[in-house]
């Protein structure tokens, strides 16, 4: 697979020979013999001078990066209430904690599983942390069968033990894989399975999937850190929050509690 960087030098490059190659066409002050030879000076001082491609690239990327932030910036600000206080998305730490950390995460996921044990401890250590899970199933139907399960299971009180054993299990999961970590959590089966074709649990990962592209997320995980109070259903405006669009460290996590804190 090619690197992302090298693919955008090679789209840089092109277009800077394809701009000054039109620009010579549509004036009138050049020969076609004067057209090639602007181009062959363009290519061989780029050639020469690679670190000019370099430094566009990174010019692009962090233009790129600043949108994308400012972008997600608004969004926080406008879909504060679904983000942080939906009534369909499970909550444990300090439910009326001012520090929120929302997740975006697939149980399948690598990295979400990576870092699940490190929002546990943060839950028993931070008394005024609250978490908020925003089911994101991107890894197929057996992703949209554990999310609907853990969904489920919160009509049974059951939500964080089939979420952690789910974080624990071995991909990829199989439709019965998820049924026996739901056994061993003590879920009635006969109700969960009635309780995963629920309106409700269908609304929640269509509302997670729509906040995730207004987010314009590529992947998970991602997390959102806010501190934001929330008054009943009333959401009041985040005091501060930091969009994090990717795998943390759960150190660094910390850190950004600690910062937004």
Known sequence: MKSPVLIRIALLLAVLVSS????AADSAAFTPDQQKQIQSIVHDYLIKNPQVIIDAVQAMQTQAHNEMMKHAQQTIDSQA???FNASGSPVVGNPKGNITLVEFFDYQCPYCKRVS???NQLVVENSNLRVVYKELPI?????VFAA???L???QQ????PLHNALMEAKPPFTTQQVLDLAKSAGIDINKLQTDMKSKAVTEEIKSNIALANQLQLVGTPAFIIANVKINGSQVNKP???VFVPGAISPSSLEQVIQQVQ
Request: hydrophobic share 45%; aromatic share 10%.
């Open 20 to 23: 000054i190659s039109v620009y």
């Open 148 to 150: 609907q399960a853990a």
């Open 157 to 160: 009180n059951k939500y964080l």
């Open 81 to 83: 209430s679904v983000l």
């Open 139 to 143: 890894f197929g139907d057996s992703s």
């Open 152 to 154: 489920a299971a919160q």
């Open 117 to 119: 044990p490190a929002i």
């Open 239 to 241: 005091v501060k929050s």
